[in-house]
Structure formats: structure tokens, C-alpha cells
């Protein structure tokens, strides 16, 4: 077998939950189909259908921020190492996973393995980076001049949304998720209808890590 039937033999095994029951919401730890239905997400590559995904409407947005404000009080009050090591077990999910994201992205994306392999591995990375930030987050400054003095503090504002692209949903995904998370923010997230399948790996992962 080719390396690529072998890589297609793969991505077929991945994505075969998701034609069954479909690319569901995650909301409050559960699987929430959408409120406005579904739609059908293709592949660029040859326009195949991937699955048909939870169509989202601002029921659903409302239902998702509920939970993050309600989640927020108790990730926001956690000491920074706990949510440090929480982070680092989000990191090892994602390089566990990394090939299975890689090939998703390629086929919801249209992008090349050779970007698609490096760009998953970067989302670990910047788990990990903004993880090792977690315990001074709430660290604030004090900057004192010859006339005055300058004190800035810090603190989780609650929960955040993050929207991201399509071209490179995973990676981008982090470079913003990770970082609220640090903070000791609660996070709500609308990935790209045109490539949605990565969101939903990356939140089971977060949701595996605790």
C-alpha cells in the first residue's frame, strides 16, 4: 500500500465517528446537537463530504456562555500550578493525537502534510508555553519613575470568545485558547464553518485534560 492509501486508510478511520453521529457541539462537558440543525462540511480536496455539523444559532451561543460564566468562578479562583498542569496535560493530548489532527486539517483544509504535521505540534507548543505562565498570570507590576509610581495588577475578566480562520484552525485555535486559559478565563469557541472538524478534537482533548 502507498503512503498515501495508508494516510487515507488512517484520515478514514478518524473520520468515521463523525459521519455517524455527526460534528457536535461540546457545551458543559456534553454533546449538544445544534439548535439550527445541521449543515454539510466538505472537503477542498476532492469535495467529499466529511459530516454533517451542528448549525449553530444565538441559542446555542447563549447556552455555551452560561456554562463558561458558570464554569469561570472556580477555573478563575485555581491556584496558577494547578491550571499549569492541566495545560501540560492538554499539550500531551494533542501530541498524542497529533497525526489524527494533522490529517483531519489536511482534508478539512486543503493544506499539505508537510504544514498541517507541524502546525499540530505547534498547537502542543503553545499549550505548553502559556502553561509555564499560568502561575504568574496574576502577577502585576509596580514601575516607579522620579515623580510617581505606576502599579498595574492583573486578573481573569471571565469568559472570553475566540473566533478563528479556516487555514490553519488547530494551531490558531491555540495561540488563543491557551492563553485565556492561563489567565484563569472560561472560553467559548466558534471555529470556521468552513473547516470545523479540528475544534472538536481540540475541545475533547481540553475536556480529557480536566
Known amino acids: 500500500m502507498s503512503d498515501l492509501a495508508t494516510q487515507l486508510a488512517k484520515l478514514d478511520g478518524h473520520l468515521a465517528r ?11 462537558g456534553q454533546d ?8 454539510e462540511t466538505h472537503s477542498p480536496v476532492d469535495e467529499s463530504l466529511i ?3 451542528a448549525r449553530g444559532t444565538a441559542a446555542d451561543i447563549d447556552r ?5 460564566k458558570a464554569a469561570f468562578p472556580a477555573w478563575a479562583a ?5 491550571r499549569k498542569a492541566i495545560l501540560h496535560r492538554i499539550a500531551d493530548g ?6 489524527e489532527i494533522a490529517l483531519c486539517e489536511c482534508w478539512d483544509t486543503g493544506q499539505a502534510w508537510r504544514f498541517m504535521s507541524k502546525a499540530a505540534l505547534r ?9 509555564d505562565l499560568a502561575p504568574s498570570a496574576r502577577d502585576g507590576q509596580s514601575l516607579p519613575t522620579k515623580d510617581h509610581l505606576n502599579v498595574t495588577t492583573r486578573k481573569p475578566i471571565g469568559p472570553v470568545g475566540v473566533i478563528t480562520p479556516w487555514n490553519t484552525p488547530f ?3 491555540t495561540w488563543k485558547i491557551a492563553p485565556a486559559l492561563a489567565a484563569g478565563c472560561t472560553v467559548v469557541h466558534k471555529p470556521a464553518e468552513f473547516s470545523p472538524l479540528s475544534a472538536r478534537l481540540l475541545a475533547e482533548i481540553c475536556h480529557e485534560a480536566g
Do not use: Q, T, Y
Open 78 to 82: 485555581m491556584a496558577g500550578d494547578k
Open 64 to 68: 455555551a456562555a452560561k456554562a463558561a
Open 171 to 173: 494551531m490558531l485555535s
Open 51 to 53: 459530516a454533517p455539523v
Open 94 to 99: 494533542i501530541e498524542a493525537r497529533a497525526e
Open 123 to 131: 498547537g502542543a507548543e503553545n499549550f505548553r508555553f502559556f502553561a
Open 18 to 28: 463523525f459521519r455517524d453521529k455527526g460534528i457536535l457541539n461540546l457545551i458543559d
Open 32 to 39: 449538544v446537537p445544534g439548535a439550527g440543525g445541521v449543515f
